[in-house]
């Protein structure tokens, strides 16, 4: 128990601040122009011990590292989650009266929050796959424009319309930025692998590269998080969690997941199958031994490098492709298959 909880919803231009204690369901809320230094003031004339909490917003983290140290328990909670919030009237006073009565009852499912280190690695991140949107539109684009006119886009440099002419120069140009911009960013990306032990170890798994690595470093933080592996990879979208009600089970249905680590693990799976290495004689297994259907075996290898980052990331070991190879390699190979 705190001596007071305290919700805040807080927007550019004002803050709404609801407080309960842990003596009384008496809940006061005060709307003021937003003023951090304002916000550290009010928390520190509060006696006693103090549980902040807010909802997840772009601000959230810039909160959550100018209050941390003013207050004994700070949740930044999943708006998600916060049905109640939806219901009745809107306003941001209200919003924080009801965000201060789920949290003294304690019906807040918190959202991680990581070290400055690591927001600036998902910021890049985040970046780096706006420019992938960007430029592989500009390229659609460049191929809708030739294909319009029955031409392959693949062969031809040059339209004759003077229209079409004008706007593939206008596209053309895009494209070329984009390819510098993307180079920039592959420079960083290589930059942060020598600075970051965790992203060279994630790197040399198979399928997984440099830019894979660093998305998922950035987004995990820390793989003690995830109490097991099994959260890890529904986090990563990569299992599906069965509904049960009343003994029966009424069919399976996906997790709320991280589309960036789906894609990684993903992409990384379709990578290693028809090499020559230790995932693709898995999946080979899978298809002549076990019998999968292709889609699935390929399930299983995303799932089965998505097992291996997150024991890379937990024992902070590296990856040894010949683990398999020891006197327990069917057992290895069985557990894997059941993920």
């Known amino acids: 128990?705190?001596?007071?909880?305290?919700?805040?919803?807080?927007?550019?231009?004002?803050?709404?601040?609801?407080?309960?204690t842990k003596v009384s369901n008496e809940i006061k809320v005060i709307d003021v122009p937003a003023d951090i230094k304002e916000l550290k003031i009010y928390l520190k004339n509060l006696k006693g011990t103090i549980s902040l909490a807010f909802e997840e917003t772009t601000t959230s983290h810039w909160l959550y590292t100018e209050l941390k140290e003013h207050v004994d328990n700070l949740l930044v909670c999943d708006p998600y989650r916060n049905r109640l919030l939806s219901e009745g009237p809107k306003t941001d006073k209200i919003d924080a009266q009801k965000l201060v009565q789920l949290l003294r009852a304690g019906l807040l499912k918190e959202v991680f929050q990581s070290s400055d280190k690591f927001i600036e690695l998902r910021r890049i991140v985040s970046a780096y796959e706006d420019v992938i949107k960007a430029g592989v539109r500009l390229k659609n684009q460049r191929s809708a424009l030739f294909r319009a006119i029955q031409k392959n886009h693949k062969k031809e440099t040059t339209l004759e319309n003077n229209i079409d002419a004008f706007v593939l120069r206008g596209i053309d140009k895009g494209i070329e930025a984009y390819e510098e911009e993307r180079a920039r960013y592959q420079k960083e990306f290589s930059s942060l692998r020598k600075q970051h032990g965790n992203i060279k170890m994630v790197s040399n798994i198979p399928g997984i590269g440099e830019i894979g690595a660093v998305k998922v470093i950035s987004r995990v933080v820390d793989a003690h998080r995830f109490k097991t592996r099994n959260h890890f990879l529904s986090y990563c979208g990569l299992v599906k969690l069965e509904k049960m009600s009343g003994g029966r089970s009424y069919g399976k249905k996906n997790p709320r997941f991280c589309r960036t680590m789906k894609a990684v693990f993903k992409s990384a799976a379709l990578a290693v199958i028809g090499g020559n290495n230790a995932l693709n004689d898995y999946y080979e297994h899978l298809l002549t031994e076990k019998k999968y259907?292709?889609?699935d075996a390929r399930n299983a290898v995303a799932r089965k490098i998505a097992t291996i980052a997150y024991g890379i990331m937990k024992s902070n070991k590296k990856?040894?492709?010949f683990i398999r190879k020891g006197k327990n390699a069917d057992k290895i190979v069985d557990s894997?298959?059941?993920l």
């Open 1 to 20: 128990m705190f001596d007071h909880y305290v919700a805040l919803d807080w927007a550019m231009s004002n803050m709404a601040i609801a407080r309960m």
């Open 336 to 338: 894997n298959a059941d």
């Open 319 to 321: 990856y040894d492709p």
């Open 293 to 295: 259907a292709d889609h």
